[in-house]
């Protein structure tokens, strides 16, 4: 069946680094693939997507990488800040109905 | 312009009851999904409406049904609760399309089964 996995579970970084989160998906069907940033208690935020027929896009601090072939998705952080600490989801969707699979999530810390 | 809302916040509830969720999508959409999201783990998918049918389902029991009134606000239902549907209830609007759209969250209802 459909499935998105995430990796790391948990990432600790400082101040100012980079954080990288990787995913991959099992659907080659794929083609809208979110990431959403929750705070705790708060709501899912969408902070970036990127559909397969680009291979990478930036949003200031936030860069996504695509490879269709691998079926392999990134998301990049740079100059990390304190506001970065969240919990982060991969996600995939196809087609127009866009019925979401999300990946397990990663918790971001970042140390000041 | 009012984003995605969801009612009642909290709910508190027993095994065996049942459950209605509210959700206003976010102004100009007119799809929504629904997700569950139990503590620690990723929203899982469980259904989606659009033009007042359900479009698309997830693995959930058919305990778990929905309604899109015409104006495109939802209600997800749950009957027979059991301990495990103990979870944080989001609902997601978009905007339908011939390509994947964004969906955008509220704020959920933490539901509690005891």
């Known amino acids: 069946g459909e499935n998105v996995e995430q990796h790391p579970s948990t990432l600790s970084v400082q101040e100012g680094d980079s954080a990288v989160i990787k995913c991959t998906y099992s659907d080659s069907a794929s083609n809208y693939f979110p990431w959403y940033k929750q705070e705790l208690g708060k709501r899912p935020q969408l902070i970036i997507d990127?559909?397969?027929?680009?291979g990478e896009k930036k949003d200031q601090r936030i860069a996504v990488t695509l490879n269709k072939t691998a079926k392999h998705f990134s998301l990049h952080i740079t100059e990390t800040q304190p506001e970065d600490s969240a919990v982060y989801f991969c996600?995939?969707?196809?087609?127009?109905?866009?019925?979401?699979?999300f990946g397990s999530g990663t918790r971001l810390s970042i140390r000041p | 312009d009012a984003g995605v809302t969801q009612s009642p916040t909290h709910l508190i509830k027993t095994r065996g009851q049942q459950v209605t969720l509210r959700c206003s999508p976010k102004?100009?959409?007119?799809?929504v999904s629904w997700y569950q999201q139990a503590l620690g783990q990723g929203p899982q998918f469980i259904f989606q409406y659009y033009e007042e049918e359900e479009r698309q389902r997830g693995n959930f029991p058919d305990r778990f049904s929905g309604h899109q009134f015409p104006n495109y606000s939802s209600e997800l239902n749950v009957n027979a609760l059991l301990l495990g549907d103990s979870a944080l209830y989001l609902c997601?609007?978009?905007?339908?399309?011939?390509?994947?759209?964004?969906?955008?969250f509220g704020d959920g209802t933490r539901l509690s089964i005891l």
């Open positions: 102004s100009g959409h007119d799809t």
């Open positions: 996600a995939a969707s196809k087609g127009s109905a866009s019925k979401i699979i």
């Open positions: 997601a609007s978009s905007l339908a399309g011939t390509s994947p759209q964004p969906q955008h």
């Open positions: 990127i559909r397969s027929n680009v």
